[in-house]
């Protein structure tokens, strides 16, 4: 499908059925797979052979649609997970272990700066957090010898600052590390971020590409463009041989295409079996289908929220990348021109107990631990999904206690600002 354009990927992406066979997406909802001969089965044991064994570690109804998601982002091998926090665990650990080092932009979803700052720090793994509007001669001064990544997100959540993909990439490629972007709120809809030097993506599908918020799920897609053996000293894991898999080198064996996503499946989907239920990849499926659409509507209602809360005198500021004279909108028509996302975050005028009030007045926006949904929801990060951090780290996250997390759903963007209007009023 690499020659059509990414609306037809989204519907027919990632499968294409024989004849006689079902048109859509079949659910294999089986653990297990059976095999004429133990010869047969320990060649997939030995990764000699391609196949299905045990859906712990793959299924062939999520490898059909992570392979449309690895179509849609350009890149040349995928893989699903049981959650965005899944995919971001792996993206990391498949190449950072006990000692080793990773940059990340500061502005990251709250529970990815957790994951990283507390749980993978008592791994043994430390993070540095840089501004994504450093410099770079600051972001070059975050790496060490022993970094192994740099990581940040498209459009932040829920900062909504937008990153600079290329300057980011430069200094990861000139450091010998990969650069791992979140593109859950651009989708590749909006912003595609290989072909601005990034080498892993990663996506939290509950969110844009499910869409309908019925399906937790995660996914991870690499580009194929890093080159494992030129930084060989670096990954070991994926450049030596591997004494669990009777030594095979996944850099030498599957090249630099598909080392990464090979490496990830055999070894940590198989021990830690964070796998996406096919059920729930049915379903994600569903929503890519209409991925495509979705997106425009949601970038419309987005924007025109953003207008009307930018002109009310009850709000204190509004971060939207779509806005003119936002701080990240040149940045945003460059990495994504055609609109950003749904997700709109402002201020109440007065405080913390403002915004909480504003929220106990809305009737059609309900109040929500979700965003990027069909249906508009909203949240106060504060006292949620970023309730673990002090001020110091909110403030380092973007975040203030008066900051509102809007997500515009698919509604009329009227019926929304009417909603907006009478809960301020």
């Not at 001969?37 to 391609?50: N, P, Q, V, W």
């Not at 059909?64 to 995919?87: D, N």
């Not at 595609?192 to 309908?212: L, N, Q």
Request: include cysteine; aromatic fraction near 10%; proline fraction near 4%.
């Amino acid at each position: 499908m690499s020659d059509y354009k990414i609306e037809t990927k989204c519907v027919q992406g990632g499968y294409t059925p024989g004849n006689g066979e079902p048109r859509q997406i079949p659910i294999i909802q089986s653990t297990t797979f059976k095999y004429a001969t133990s010869e047969d089965m320990g060649k997939l044991f030995d990764l000699e052979a391609s196949g299905y064994f045990y859906t712990r570690l793959q299924n062939p109804t999520n490898d059909s649609v992570a392979a449309k998601i690895c179509e849609l982002e350009g890149g040349t091998a995928a893989m699903l997970t049981s959650s965005g926090q899944a995919a971001s665990f792996y993206a990391i650990f498949n190449i950072a272990s006990c000692g080793d080092h990773v940059v990340s932009s500061s502005t990251i979803y709250g529970g990815t700066y957790n994951l990283f700052a507390v749980t993978m720090k008592r791994m043994g793994i430390e993070f540095t957090f840089v501004s994504p509007d450093c410099t770079e001669e600051e972001l070059n001064a975050a790496f060490r010898p022993n970094t192994k990544a740099v990581f940040g997100e498209t459009i932040a959540n829920p900062a909504l600052t937008v990153l600079d993909i290329e300057k980011f990439a430069k200094a990861a490629h000139a450091h010998g590390v990969p650069l791992i972007i979140d593109n859950t709120f651009a989708t590749p809809v909006g912003c595609r971020p290989f072909e601005w030097g990034a080498d892993i993506v990663t996506h939290s599908t509950t969110k844009y590409m499910d869409g309908h918020g019925a399906a937790v799920g995660g996914c991870i897609v690499d580009s194929g463009n890093f080159d494992w053996m030129a930084h060989a000293d670096k990954f070991p894991g994926l450049c030596t041989p591997d004494d669990s898999y009777h030594g095979i080198t996944y850099a030498e064996r599957f090249g630099k295409e598909g080392a990464f996503i090979t490496k990830a499946t055999a070894q940590l989907m198989r021990d830690f079996g964070s796998i996406q239920s096919p059920q729930n990849a049915f379903y994600l499926n569903l929503g890519l289908e209409s991925l495509h659409v979705r997106m425009k509507r949601h970038c419309e209602n987005g924007l025109a929220v953003a207008k009307f809360l930018e002109a009310n005198d009850k709000i204190e500021w509004v971060t939207y990348a779509g806005l003119e004279n936002d701080k990240y909108y040149k940045l945003a028509q460059k990495y994504l021109p055609n609109g950003t996302c749904g997700v709109v975050s402002f201020g109440v005028k007065g405080g913390r107990k403002a915004a909480e009030e504003f929220m106990k007045k809305l009737k059609l926006i309900a109040i929500e631990t979700h965003v990027a949904d069909a249906r508009s929801c909203c949240l106060h990060p504060a006292s949620a999904t970023h309730r673990q951090m002090n001020d110091a780290e909110l403030e380092a996250c973007g975040i203030t206690a008066n900051l509102v997390r809007l997500s515009c759903g698919l509604e009329n963007a009227e019926d929304l600002i009417a909603d907006i209007k009478q809960a301020l009023e």
